[in-house]
Each structure stands twice: as C-alpha cells, then as structure tokens.
C-alpha cells in the first residue's frame, strides 16, 4: 500500500487529543479559602474571609491574597493508577506542608506570557505514582490574586480536581510532540523528515482509539526514531533552566518574596524527578528573601547548590540597571552580590547575568575585571530596533580597555520552551558559529517566575543527542563559559557601550525615583566620608551594619524595572516613602559625624559656636555661602574644612553695593564678572555673552533653554521617535521678577501649560561660569514630555557624556543607522560639546536623558506615560540644571570638577561650646584628609574596609589619558595596598612619609587599602 503522506493539521489534532487524555478527573476537591488584602503567616491563615468554592466562584480581586485548603479522599477506582490534583485558582498558588514550607509552586493557564514560547501554566500536583484507592487529601495553599504579570484573571477558581494521570499517554505525548516539532524543522525532502513523518503517520492512523495497548505499541515506534543518534557535533546547546524574576514589575514587591518561592520550590520538586536537571537563579537578594521568609526552603536550596545541580547566577545583588546607578553603585552591586554568593555557598561567581537589561555602560568591564567576574550573559540586545548586533559570543571591551567575555543565547530569549525549534533556531541564528562550537539555552518560564515545567524537561530527556537536531546537555553556565573561553582567541571585540536601540524612556520615566537615586548616592557618599573621619578623630564607632542595609536597599532600588521607571503605581508609592526615610536618616547620621569631627579637630582661635564648612571633594573649593546674613566667599582645602570666621575671599553683606557684588541686573539681562544672560519676551535666553573670551555662546535667531512640551504617547519604555516633527509646543511665561541675593542675581520665571506650572530661577553668582536654572514644576500632564535645548555656538562632531568613572564619546551627526539609533542618550553629571579652545557643557542634579544633535545640547526633563502607572509623575518635582561655558575643552576646563560640585554641596555644621574649643591645637595636616597633585583624578570613595579596621579609598583617572600623581594623606600610614573592587590585597604599596606614589592608565579606577598608623586615632 502506497504510503501518503500524513498532514500537517491532522498530527497538530493528534496532539491536541493526546494532551487532552492525559489526565482523567475523577471528583472534585473540596476547597475553602480564608481572603486576606496582604499575605498573612501560615500560623495566621484563618484569619482572613472565609469562603467556600466551587468552580467558577469568585474569591478575591487583583492583590488579593487567600489560604487554600484543599481536601478530598481518591475514589476506590483509581486503586493501581498514578493520581494527581489539578488546580487552578486564576492566580499564583504556592502548596505548602505541614509546617508551611513551600513544596511547590501552580500558576493559572491564562496569562499573558508569550505562547509562541509555549504555556506558562502549572496545574499539575502529583499524589502517588500507584494509588491504594484510600489516600486522603489534605493540603494547604498560599494564593495571590494574579497572573505572572501581576494582571487580574476573573479571580475565579478554574478547577480542582483529583484526576488519573495516564503516564504512558503522557510519555506518547511528549514523544509525538518532539517529532513532530523536529521534522517541522528540518529541510524539505531529507531522509530524516521523511522517515519520522512516516511513523507519524503510522501512530495517527494506530491511534483512533486510545488503548493502553495502542499506546504501548505507538510508543514502540515513534521510540525507534527517538533512538537515532547524530554523529560528530558541529554545535553543542548547553542548556541550564532559569525562572528569570522581576523583583518588581506588573507586581509589587511583596509579590516577588512569594514568586521566588513558588518558582523555588516548583525546581525542587522537578529536580526529584528529572535527575538531569540543572537549574540556576540569580540576584543575592532573592535567595536572602528566600533566607529570611522561608529558611527550610533556603536550606533545600543549599544543598542543591552543595550537590551541583543548582546554580548561583550572576554576580550582582540585583539584575540591576546600568545606565542609571552611579559608578560605586555599580561597584556595590558586585561586592554585595559576589560577597553574598562566596559566604552561603562558598562560591566565587565569574559571570555577569543580566538578561533584561536595558544596555550595557562602558565603564561596566573594568568593574567586572576588578571584581574578579571574567564572562557576561544577556540577550537583550536581540531587541535592537535598527541595527543587529553583529556577535553572540564576542569579548566586550570597556573605556579603559578591560575585557569580558560575553555571550547572548543565539534564541534571543530567556524563556526557551527547550523544543526542537528553539535547536534548530540557535544552530540557524548563531551569528558565530563558523568559529564557535557551542552557545547556550536558558530555558523555563521567566519574567513573572515559575521556570521549567515538566514540559521542558520532557522534551530535553529526548533531545540529548537526537538524530536531525544539535545535540544538549543540561550544565552550569559557568561550565560552558569555561568550555567557550578556551577557543577566545577567535571572537571578536566590541568597544564601548552596549546601547539597547530600544526603551529611550526609562532615562526619564519615574523622575522622582532617579532624583532620589541620585541624592542617596551623593548622601551616602558622604556619610561613608564623615564616618571615616569620625572614626578616625576619635574612635567614633562607624555605621558598617547599618551603612549596608542602606546600601543593598538602595541597591534593591536600582533594579532593571524599578529605577528605570517601568514598574506599576504600587511599586513607585513605596519606595518613594521609603526613599524619604533613608535619605532622612542619612542626613542625621552625616550631621553626627561631622558634629564629632567638628568637637575633635578644632581651628586654633576659633570662635565659640562657630561653623565648620566641609568638602568632601578633592579638590580646593572656593564658594559663597550664607552665614549669619552674610554672603562668604570661603576657600575650603580638598576634603578639608574650615571655620566660618576663617579662609574667608571676601564678604557680601545686606548693605553691599551692587559693584561689591558683582552681579548686575538690566531689564531682562542678568550678568556678573564673567558672563551676561539676556532674555527674550516669553522667558527664553536670546543671548549669552562670554566677557572673557568675547564670545557669543548662543546661536543668533535662537533660543536657548527653550522648554519645549512634547506629544509622547509612549509607555514607561518608549516614546516615539518622531516626538520632534511637531516642533513642540513652547510653555506660557506668566511672569518674569528679578532676583539679587547677595553675589546671586537673575530672574525668577514663571510659566504655564494646560493645568501645569513650572517656575524656574535662572541665576548667575559672582565668580562663577555656572548659569543655574533651580526649577520647581507641578506637572499634571499625561501623555506629555517635558524638554529644554540649548543650540550653541561650537561645532564638534561628538558630544562628550559622562559616565560612571569616566566618559565617553557619541556622535552628534546622523550619518548611519548606528549613530541614528543613539539619538537618546544616558549622561550622568554632564553632557559637553567643545572645539579645542572653547566649549560648553550642561550640568544637572538629577537627570539621565539627552539629546545631542548638531550643536544643540538638550535634556529630558519629565515624562507622563500612563502605562504601567496610570498616575506616573503627575506630581511636584525639584531639579538643577546648569548651563557651563567655558574655554578649552571638557578636560581642560576640569567639567567634570563642576558636576561634582553641583551634585556634592559643602556641608555645615555648627562646632562644639566646650571650652577647648577655641584653644586646642588643630591636629596637623587635617587640612586636608585627602590631596593629589593631579587635577585628573577623582576621589569617589572613603570606606571602612568590609572585612578589616583599614581605610579604603577609590580613585579613578577622569580625563582619559596616562598619569603618575602623589596622593598625600592627612594621617601617618603603617601599610598600604592596592586593592581590587572586593578590596582584596594585590600588591604593597611604598609609603613615603605621608605620601604615596600611583600611577593611572586611561579611567582607571584604583582602589587602595590603608591602615592608619597606631590604629584609627
């Protein structure tokens, strides 16, 4: 008989009657819940509103939370079968034992993860695998009232039910499912198609009855196709599985607590039953969740990692954004999450794990390299809008040239359904296969948690080495980086950023949140300085528990969907209180330790109750300050202080002259020694003049700080690129009224748009190049962008950005597609754009979104989208920005030096009226706790040491060029050491009285480890 082809939709209904006769419901469960608004203990579950179910009632609404108790007894006909419960309660279900510890995790089968990556529902509890006909069912579950993505699905339960599970259906099914997907995938007309489409065809017409003999014998034959080898491998997949978890997203944090230990427990339990499975997770800060909510969990968890078959991924506290975060957030980042990793599990992870983050910082390889992290696993790049990256596997190079190996999965996901397809597509898509033998596949479910089911497994127990597919095996990434690393010398190099063609708008979205990023970074900065100081004055007892509780809280913060801006209302309410109250106990506790500073080192013939200014920066400041109604101009040494009655320029009182003052107010010009700002009729600047080089920084016709309100119908993500065409719609001036305080003048501005307002101060002060725009706004637009430009005299064809510990070059023309997609870009303290001679940067305190095209500098000030917030930042925020003209280029102008000082104020405090104040001898070379001959070099940090009572300070070179300076230390040193970012010992430093000698290659970073001779006195 001749053989006819079988078609394609007649083996998909195969399947789908197959999957559909897998399990056999016999009764339903009975099922109570106890409804509570926030999770509750399991010592605390009947403590909510109790309800008795039945399938289609409704328990709860979106956040809702409930205690299910599930019981029933298996009916005498399921004696001899392998029983199982079906569940579905339209949310996130956690079973638990006896003691309450998490067993494992269900999720509901509607949801909104992508299907074409297969289903992400878990229904399926297994009871017994050869039931007596007897058992009792009696369990206990911990549901939330949401989907993965945190959406709300009708809140009804869906079913609950004890039901026959029919394995040898179940195994046909899976053995069907892999063929049929492989002979889908191979080329037109090979052998192999053809054989397996053949037994297929032979099971389909055999399976018209679904016999547990016809069973048997269909498995008989697609088993002999299952069995064939591949011979040599040209390409082998290492596959790990991965339940990729938002710490917040679609869901509040809370929520996060409870899906790692559903998706935890959930791998456990698959472990038990899948020998070969290796399953990995990262983020630190989860397993310490999993520590402190569910220790018996934690400790499965543990000896797991002990065995082998679990992996600690990556090497930060949290998958953290990159843009944003400062440089030793960053650096915290590694040595919280590597520290954490190394002290529970005694392992020292190599690889950066940063699926879903939103592109890479150029400083990101030097911190990496000095923390001892030599691979880097992500994909996100797959999601370029213009340009494809040209490698899966190459070395990535940073600006001061350190290199880690990185590698994206060629499927361009992490949520692999582990199928033939997701194969054929790695060997198909792998853009470096011709000099690579192996990539890697994270499979499971992510995003939302719950990772591989027994779906994935299934399909990997027959795909290890089958005949048409390359072959996987299931190992530890850092196992197939080691394996990838030995043919290195063959890949490529990218230089630079990583820049995602994509998500522009989370520089922006969320205002707030970044502004106070910042002002934690900078507050927490100086509170580790202060408290060196302290300590070292008089034994003042340094905050180190509570400075890392802070820390990895900020940290938490500055994860990829929390600092960006792209997570739902709940998340943003919360963390902005708690925002408030770090920043607040900061500032208390750098109050304090300057207070002890000021009672310990005091200026000889100080006056009693007088102010101490301190700078923390290291470099001599000389500025204004109000004191006592008087304006001082104060020179303060480089992280030193001074008396407010001493180091005094000059002095600008009530009754001063305007000559004194050195600031003049005209019409609508405002100038002093260095610079006049004249202003148009509706608030915009016309001109800015530069007295000392007699230049014109604005180009004439135009305006600058033009405020601008856009069209942006984009979500938290993404605005659309084309926001620009309209030309923009310029903001109402209300009103215009001078200001003169002291050496300050200008004009205070009022403007309107729609049912906004925003009021700016733009002011000059004596001395300084700096035109300061102190801008309040009370923002009520939605759909709405918020922009300011500045067009300028200076041609250049790249603007210079700051970045962490360094900077570096974009273009600022549209030449290719690849300078096209960098039209918003991430700056830090300042973007700049200079000729040889002449340039001008603009400064900010608190935003990261820029523009820089041609000679226009620009900088996003606010957006309002209303997904995934509805309200998000429909509300009152303060910022600095600073437009800085000035001559030579950024580095010879020392830029960088004035975004410090912007983003770093002097810090007052009033000393001590204890009667030796005024009499004690300053101790010598107090000055200046810290100096460096280099004006290149930045002092970012001023530490206790992790492990030890040694200082650690970290350097890092600014300019980009080979320097040798001396740093000189107000205190006598008994040893010194260069360290790296764990502040691990490298190499011993030669100490030359208080002095050492260090040498910088281009934005390195440096860190040393000082003992303070005679110990911390």
């Not at 960098?822 to 979104?849: F, M, Q, R, T």
């Not at 910022?879 to 007052?908: C, M, W």
Request: charged share 25%; aromatic share 10%; with cysteine.
């Amino acid at each position: 008989m001749p053989y006819e082809k079988v078609r394609p939709e007649t083996l998909k209904s195969m399947l789908r009657r197959l999957e559909k006769s897998i399990y056999v419901p016999l009764s339903d469960l009975h099922v109570t819940v106890w409804v509570t608004p926030e999770p509750v203990l399991y010592a605390e579950r009947y403590s909510g509103q109790k309800l008795e179910l039945r399938a289609g009632d409704r328990w709860g609404k979106l956040w809702d939370c409930g205690w299910f108790h599930f019981t029933g007894k298996v009916p005498r006909e399921a004696a001899g079968a392998k029983v199982v419960l079906l569940i579905d309660v339209n949310g996130e279900l956690c079973i638990v034992d006896h003691e309450g510890i998490p067993k494992q995790g269900l999720t509901n089968i509607n949801s909104e993860f992508d299907t074409s990556l297969g289903l992400p529902g878990k229904r399926v509890v297994h009871i017994c695998e050869s039931s007596t006909g007897e058992e009792t069912i009696d369990l206990w579950a911990d549901a939330g009232c949401n989907d993965l993505f945190g959406q709300f699905r009708s809140g009804t339960l869906k079913e609950a039910v004890i039901a026959i599970c029919r394995e040898q259906v179940r195994q046909l099914y899976y053995d069907a499912e892999v063929l049929v997907e492989t002979a889908e995938q191979l080329p037109s007309g090979s052998a192999r198609k053809e054989k397996i489409y053949r037994a297929l065809s032979d099971v389909s017409l055999l399976l018209t009855e679904l016999t547990d003999q016809r069973v048997a014998e269909a498995r008989r034959i697609l088993g002999k196709e299952l069995a064939m080898r591949g011979g040599d491998p040209v390409l082998t997949i290492s596959a790990i599985g991965h339940a990729h978890i938002d710490l917040a997203w679609l869901w509040p944090i809370r929520e996060t607590i409870r899906k790692g230990a559903r998706s935890f427990a959930t791998a456990l339990r698959m472990m038990e039953r899948y020998p070969d499975y290796v399953f990995g997770a990262s983020q630190p800060q989860l397993y310490d969740w999993m520590k402190e909510y569910y220790p018996k969990l934690y400790s499965e968890i543990k000896e797991r990692i002990k065995e082998g078959r679990w992996e600690p991924q990556g090497a930060m506290w949290v998958e953290s954004d990159t843009n944003v975060p400062g440089g030793e957030s960053l650096v915290r980042q590694v040595l919280y999450g590597k520290r954490y990793f190394q002290q529970e599990f005694g392992h020292d992870i190599s690889t950066l794990w940063m699926p879903d983050v939103f592109g890479y910082s150029a400083s990101l390889p030097q911190i990496l390299k000095k923390s001892g992290v030599t691979y880097m696993m992500t994909q996100k790049l797959s999601w370029n809008m213009y340009n494809r990256h040209p490698h899966h596997t190459f070395f990535w190079e940073g600006i001061d040239g350190s290199r880690v190996l990185a590698h994206m999965p060629p499927e361009d996901t992490y949520n692999s359904p582990a199928a033939p397809r997701s194969i054929m597509k790695a060997e198909k898509e792998y853009l470096d296969k011709n000099i690579s033998d192996r990539c890697l596949m994270l499979f499971g479910i992510g995003d939302g948690g719950g990772g591989p089911g027994e779906e994935h497994l299934e399909r990997l127990s027959r795909e290890k080495n089958l005949l048409g597919l390359a072959p996987v095996v299931q190992e530890p990434s850092e196992r197939f980086f080691e394996k990838l690393a030995e043919d290195g010398e063959r890949y490529q190099s990218w230089r630079g950023e990583l820049y995602l063609e994509k998500h522009q708008g989370t520089l922006t979205s969320q205002a707030r949140n970044k502004r106070f990023n910042r002002k934690m970074e900078k507050a927490l900065r100086e509170l580790e300085y202060a408290s060196v100081l302290a300590w070292m004055a008089n034994g003042y007892p340094y905050p180190s528990e509570e400075l890392e509780r802070i820390w990895k809280e900020v940290l938490l913060y500055q994860f990829h969907d929390i600092l960006p801006g792209s997570s739902i209302k709940r998340v943003y309410d919360e963390s902005l209180e708690r925002y408030a109250t770090m920043l607040e106990q900061v500032e208390r506790m750098i109050a304090t330790s300057y207070t002890s500073v000021a009672g310990s080192m005091c200026l000889a013939g100080q006056k009693e109750n007088s102010v101490l200014i301190f700078n923390s920066l290291p470099w001599e400041r000389v500025e204004w300050l109000k004191l006592d109604e008087e304006w001082l101009r104060l020179r303060v040494p480089p992280m030193g202080f001074v008396s407010g009655d001493s180091n005094i320029v000059s002095i600008v009182n009530k009754d001063a002259t305007v000559s004194e003052m050195k600031v003049s107010l005209r019409e609508r010009a405002a100038e002093n020694d260095l610079l006049k700002v004249t202003f148009g009729a509706d608030g915009g600047i016309k001109s800015i003049w530069d007295k000392e080089s007699e230049r014109e920084i604005v180009v004439p016709g135009e305006q600058a700080n033009a405020l601008r309100i856009y069209h942006d119908e984009g979500d938290a993500w993404d605005f659309p690129s084309t926001y620009r065409q309209s030309g923009g719609t310029p903001l109402t001036m209300e009103g215009l009224e001078p200001i003169v305080n002291g050496p300050v003048a200008g004009f205070l501005i009022r403007y309107k748009f729609g049912q906004s307002s925003l009021t700016q101060k733009v002011v000059l002060t004596a001395g300084s190049r700096r035109i300061d725009f102190v801008t309040e706004v009370d923002w009520k637009e939605s759909g709405k962008m918020l922009r300011t430009s500045f067009p300028v005299n200076v041609r250049s064809d790249h603007v210079n950005c700051e970045i962490q510990f360094g900077y570096i070059q974009r273009p600022t023309h549209r030449n290719t597609m690849w300078d096209y997609a960098k039209d918003e870009i991430c700056a830090h303290h300042w973007i700049d754009l200079s000729e040889p001679d002449y340039g001008v940067a603009l400064l900010n305190d608190c935003k990261y979104g820029h523009r820089a095209e041609n000679n226009v500098l620009d900088i996003n000030l606010l957006r309002s989208p209303s997904y995934p917030d509805p309200e998000a930042d429909r509300a009152k925020h303060s910022f600095i920005y600073s437009l800085y003209p000035h001559q030579g280029d950024h580095v010879q102008a020392e830029v960088y030096k004035r975004g410090y000082e912007l983003n770093v104020p002097l810090r007052t405090v009033e000393a001590s009226n204890r009667s030796d104040i005024g009499t004690a001898p300053k101790p010598a070379g107090m000055d200046s706790f810290l100096k460096l001959d280099h004006p290149n070099v930045m002092v970012e940090t001023v530490k206790k040491a992790e492990d030890g009572e040694e200082i650690i300070i970290r350097l890092y070179e600014t300019a980009g060029t080979r320097i040798q300076t001396n740093l000189h230390t107000g205190f006598q040193m008994s040893d010194a050491w260069l360290a790296d970012l764990l502040e691990r010992r490298i190499e011993q430093l030669d100490i030359k009285g208080q002095t050492l000698n260090l040498t910088f290659a281009p934005f390195e970073i440096v860190t040393l480890r000082l003992t303070a001779l005679g110990g911390v006195r």
